[in-house]
């Protein structure tokens, strides 16, 4: 083979192993973002680089793929959701103890589906494998459930909180706490889309819910 074919065939090879190498990092791209959806754009603006991003990504996978995660029975998800419609009840008299309610029965539900509950950050890093699409309504009631305890946070924030912490309290109960009828509310992104209906406001005469 001529010095001539043999450069030709090297820089081949070279183009191919690059071809595959790119094929696979954006295959494995591609998983990362199904996995994490919006969390995969959040991490990637937090972090300021899309590599970095990934690298922490896959770390969160690899923990979580270490826990010992756990269904609930079936009575256990009559007992949760039957907690969960006192939390709403409890809102109509007391909005600001329904929140606190509603923060600590979504903590131990995490807890009981075999998630760590220490730090918050943890938490949220080790929901964000399998319940990537309502973790920002995690961050929202938990960011309105400190406004509480603070004293700064109005019923209409309360409210709000609820319609968060049930988003994800559904999620990780694996069924709808309260069957939603009545009229909808929109999610922090979208009018359109609703993972849990709003609790009863203090001056409402009939609950107000949001559904899927």
């Given at each position: 083979?001529?010095?001539?074919?043999?450069?030709?065939?090297?820089?081949?090879?070279?183009?191919?192993?690059?071809?595959?190498?790119?094929?696979v990092q954006v295959m494995r791209r591609k998983q990362l973002q199904n996995t994490f959806?919006?969390?995969?754009?959040?991490?990637?603006?937090?972090?300021?680089?899309?590599?970095?991003?990934?690298?922490?990504?896959?770390?969160?996978?690899?923990?979580?793929?270490?826990?010992?995660?756990?269904?609930?029975?079936?009575?256990a998800q009559a007992t949760y959701a039957a907690n969960w419609e006192e939390v709403q009840i409890q809102f109509v008299d007391d909005p600001e103890r329904a929140v606190t309610?509603?923060?600590?029965?979504?903590?131990?539900?995490?807890?009981?589906?075999?998630?760590?509950?220490?730090?918050?950050?943890?938490?949220?890093?080790?929901?964000s494998v399998e319940h990537a699409r309502t973790l920002e309504h995690y961050r929202q009631a938990h960011e309105i459930s400190q406004r509480n305890t603070a004293g700064e946070a109005n019923t209409e924030d309360l409210r709000q909180a609820l319609v968060h912490y049930r988003a994800l309290f559904a999620d990780l109960l694996g069924t709808d706490p309260v069957p939603s009828t009545g009229t909808t509310d929109p999610t922090p992104e979208s009018t359109s889309e609703s993972a849990a209906p709003a609790p009863r406001a203090a001056d409402d005469s009939t609950a107000r819910d949001t559904s899927r």
């Open positions: 083979m001529s010095p001539t074919a043999t450069i030709i065939l090297i820089v081949v090879v070279l183009i191919v192993i690059a071809a595959i190498v790119y094929g959806g919006p969390e995969y754009d959040r991490v990637v603006a937090d972090t300021g680089s899309r590599t970095e991003a990934e690298k922490e990504l896959r770390e969160r996978e690899k923990r979580h793929a270490s826990l010992e995660l756990k269904p609930l029975s079936a009575e309610a509603a923060d600590e029965l979504v903590t131990r539900l995490i807890a009981d589906r075999g998630y760590p509950t220490g730090e918050y950050d943890e938490r949220l890093a080790n929901l």
